[in-house]
């Protein structure tokens, strides 16, 4: 399979605590992407990797929030003290823009599902 | 603010039928458009997607149509199969080159196909 995958699936942790979220890209697609999904809405952008350089964050980022993408490959999302609140689905996606076209097509993985108790 | 709207929360069509979401978009600036399926504990999957310089982009049984002056955008599924049953979500990106296509989803239309 040479999807995007995320590791676990599935995290329950307690309020307070701290948890790391896994994402591995599509080989050789150079752009990653952290979305976080709740109940009824739609995925809504976290941050994006060119490579190994983080180049965007939301402001739904807040300073307990960091993502890491070491050599470019696979990246890596921390929660730090979660809230009730962070409970969502966190969902990851990878892209290789086309020449020079702005323009590419994000393929998700399966996501991770926190519930924060 | 919800610059991507899907105002249809379910849709139920008959299997064999045409299958018609909707989207509208208050940005402008969006230039590239997509369409993503997903099942339950599942993310999201690409279907087929349009650049503004276009009004339509066919794929199999998929169908999308691009308004720019009415700024809407259209699914068609013919015909419509009972594995097609499923949330469809519609999003958008800016397209400014060198820079990130984040994508700007709705809230989905859940679409079920009855036999």
């Known amino acids: 399979d040479t999807g995007v995958s995320q590791n676990p699936r599935h995290k329950i942790t307690k309020r307070g605590q701290n948890v790391t979220f896994r994402c591995d890209p599509i080989?050789?697609?150079?752009?990653l992407y952290w979305y976080r999904q709740t109940l009824g809405q739609g995925p809504e952008f976290l941050t994006y990797?060119?490579?190994?350089?983080?180049?965007?964050k939301s402001r739904l980022l807040s300073d307990r929030f960091s993502a890491e993408r070491p050599k470019g490959s696979f990246s890596t999302l921390e929660i730090q003290r979660t809230e009730q609140g962070d409970s969502a689905m966190y969902l990851c996606?990878?892209?290789?823009?086309?020449?020079?076209?702005?323009?590419?097509?994000?393929?998700f993985g399966p996501g991770t599902r926190l519930t924060v108790l | 603010d919800q610059q991507v709207k899907q105002n249809s929360p379910s849709l139920s069509v008959q299997e064999g039928r045409i299958s018609i979401l909707n989207c509208d978009y208050t940005?402008?600036?969006?230039?590239?458009f997509l369409w993503y399926k997903k099942y339950p504990a599942e993310g999201p999957t690409f279907l087929i997607s349009?650049?503004?310089?276009?009004d339509k982009n066919e794929d199999g049984r998929f169908t999308v149509f691009l308004n720019k002056s009415a700024k809407h955008l259209s699914l068609h599924i013919v015909p419509s199969q009972p594995g097609d049953s499923a949330v469809y979500f519609c999003?958008?990106?800016?397209?400014?080159?060198?820079?990130?296509?984040?994508?700007?989803f709705g809230t989905g239309t859940r679409l079920q196909v009855t036999l």
């Open positions: 940005n402008s600036m969006f230039d590239y």
């Open positions: 990797f060119q490579n190994e350089a983080q180049l965007e």
């Open positions: 080989s050789e697609h150079n752009r």
């Open positions: 996606a990878s892209s290789l823009p086309l020449g020079g076209l702005s323009t590419d097509t994000q393929y």
């Open positions: 349009i650049s503004s310089i276009k």
């Open positions: 999003a958008a990106s800016e397209g400014r080159v060198g820079t990130a296509s984040k994508l700007t």
